[in-house]
DNA sequence: AAAAGCCCCTGGATGC
DNA sequence: TGCATCCAGGGGCTTT
């Protein structure tokens, strides 16, 4: 489900309101994608200093380590207070002082992971291969246009394999592809220096307008306080095939890459 | 080093 | 109504 305008929403929404919460307890239901790494109940007594967002992962900065919390493809958050028992996809729940923290996700590909730090082990594997953060200063064009520069698989591919820049999904990586004009079929070195340079506005743009509405709610998202995003109202290619390019009215077609759909507009996007 | 496939798991939509 | 098949916002791991 969730790239990194879902998750970016995700963490607006109770960033500031677990911030300072102390652990009274906290509870596992089935298994995710990875261990927790120590006992639920060891996490009482840390403090939830702050929440930042690497890629597509949560960062809950503890008073002592850091909890590293995943989506998946189907995960979702919610912040409250007296939350009801817990349902039979609710596989984590943090409860602080401030309120409960708690992870819905009936596919499990997601994940809380605990780690003593950022250089520990763990937090190494999952994040330390990760590329720049699109919405950040450090998301360079130079940079962007030397790393695809020796890559020859599709373009499409590159971006969601999320070495080059981080966060850009299914639905984020067909919509930037089609902002800029390119077929997503592209080989990423055969992309002359002003495409790249539109590709490289279209990501920023795509995922920054998104953040902006709230996300994209295909099916089940939410951010912590329950509430849907409308992005997907906007997308011009991604979940539309047969439809009419909003554009030329030419016919959105779909393709497989690497297991994964790809949407993209014949004529506006070039070779 | 980079690319391509394979899985993990559940539920909703579709088709017979 | 029942059952089979396909598809879904991800990504680490293994194999080429």
Not at 9 to 34: N, Q
Not at 79 to 89: A, E, W
Not at 108 to 118: K, N
Not at 243 to 248: L, N, P, S, V
Request: hydrophobic share 40%; charged share 25%; glycine share 10%.
């Amino acid at each position: 489900m969730p790239e990194l305008p879902e998750v970016e929403v995700t963490r607006l929404s109770f960033a500031d309101a677990i911030a300072g919460g102390t652990v009274l307890s906290a509870r596992m239901g089935k298994p995710l994608r990875w261990p927790l790494g120590l006992e639920p109940m060891a996490l009482t007594g840390k403090t939830v200093l702050r929440v930042r967002r690497r890629g597509k992962y949560l960062l809950l900065d503890m008073s002592e380590g850091l909890l590293l919390v995943h989506l998946g493809m189907s995960g979702s958050v919610i912040f409250n207070k007296n939350l009801p028992s817990p349902g039979v996809h609710d596989h984590f729940d943090l409860v602080t002082d401030l309120g409960t923290l708690r992870l819905n996700d009936p596919r499990r590909f997601g994940a809380v992971v605990y780690a003593s730090g950022e250089s520990d082990p763990v937090a190494r594997k999952l994040l330390g291969h990760l590329g720049v953060e699109p919405l950040g200063r450090e998301f360079d064009f130079k940079v962007f246009h030397e790393a695809l520069a020796k890559r020859k698989a599709p373009i499409k591919q590159v971006l969601l394999a999320g070495d080059v820049v981080v966060g850009v999904g299914n639905i984020y990586a067909s919509e930037a592809l089609f902002l800029a004009g390119i077929r997503p079929t592209t080989k990423a070195n055969r992309l002359s220096r002003p495409r790249l340079m539109r590709l490289h506005k279209a990501i920023f743009d795509v995922l920054s307008r998104a953040v902006e509405k709230g996300g994209s709610t295909l099916r089940d998202f939410s951010n912590a306080q329950g509430e849907s995003g409308y992005f997907q109202l906007e997308a011009n290619v991604y979940g539309r095939s047969g439809h009419a390019c909003r554009i030329c009215a030419s016919t959105i077609k779909a393709i497989r890459q690497g297991q994964r759909s790809t949407f993209f507009c014949p004529l506006c996007q070039k070779p």
